[in-house]
Each structure stands twice: as structure tokens, then as C-alpha cells.
């Protein structure tokens, strides 16, 4: 089975930066698109970032476009989330996901959470104002 611990979450002031990473045992994480969701209190989750197996592709919702970087590392099965300008909305529990489906897929793909098979028991990150 595929196991997803995530770490680095923490409390930040807003303009401040996190880096989250994940990692990943048990499976080809090599081969899997991954991704990061969040959830913040009384709201749906929501898509944050995702990247293609390889690196090569990645995207992000617009919200946290341009202060976001997810990145991976194969070598080590972990991916990261470096979170920068940090705001008081980007609180919420941010949670990785793995797509075990082999290939490349579209970028409204990677944005649904049912398209997901494994998921992290996510980590807390509190933006103060």
C-alpha cells in the first residue's frame, strides 16, 4: 500500500513562506501524477497544485498562482510545495495526493480530488494577519 506523510506545516505570518513536503512509501511514485489540495474549516476541499510523473508539467489554481512552486524528487519519493507571500486565506489543511494512473494527463484532470487514489493525512498551515 502507498503511504503519504506530509510535514512542514506550521503557523506563518502573512507575506511569510512554508515548505511542505510529502513523502511517499510503498508504490511507484515515479510513475504517479501528484498533487496538493487544502481544506480550509466549513469549506470544500479544494485543488492548490499538481505535477506530472516526470516533472515536466505543472500546474496551479489560479489563488495561489505566482506564489506556489510544487516540485518532486523521484530519487527520494517526495514531493514539496514552497509557498511564498503567504496570505491569511491560504490557511488550511493541505493534504498530498497520488494519481496512480500511468501517463500524462490535462490540467483539469489533475484539478479533480476524485482523481486521486492515495491520499496524506494532511498537515495544518496557519497564515496570521
Known amino acids: 500500500q502507498v503511504q503519504l506523510v506530509e510535514s512542514g506545516g506550521g503557523l506563518v505570518q502573512a507575506g511569510g513562506s512554508l515548505r511542505l513536503s510529502c513523502a511517499a512509501s510503498?508504490?511507484?511514485?515515479?510513475?504517479?501524477?501528484m498533487a496538493w489540495f487544502r481544506q480550509a474549516p466549513g469549506k470544500e476541499r479544494e485543488f492548490a497544485a499538481a505535477i506530472s510523473w516526470s516533472g515536466s508539467s505543472t500546474y496551479y489554481a489560479d489563488s495561489v498562482k505566482g506564489r506556489f512552486t510544487i516540485s518532486r524528487n523521484n530519487a527520494k519519493t517526495t514531493e514539496y510545495l514552497q509557498m511564498n507571500s503567504m496570505k491569511p486565506e491560504d490557511t488550511a489543511v493541505y493534504y498530498c495526493?497520488?494519481?496512480?494512473?500511468?501517463?500524462?494527463?490535462?490540467?483539469?484532470?489533475?484539478?479533480?480530488?476524485?482523481?486521486?487514489?492515495?491520499w496524506g493525512q494532511g498537515t495544518q498551515v496557519t497564515v496570521s494577519s
Open positions: 510503498g508504490g511507484a511514485f515515479s510513475k504517479y501524477g
Open positions: 495526493a497520488a494519481d496512480r494512473t500511468i501517463g500524462d494527463r490535462s490540467a483539469s484532470y489533475y484539478s479533480r480530488p476524485t482523481n486521486y487514489d492515495y
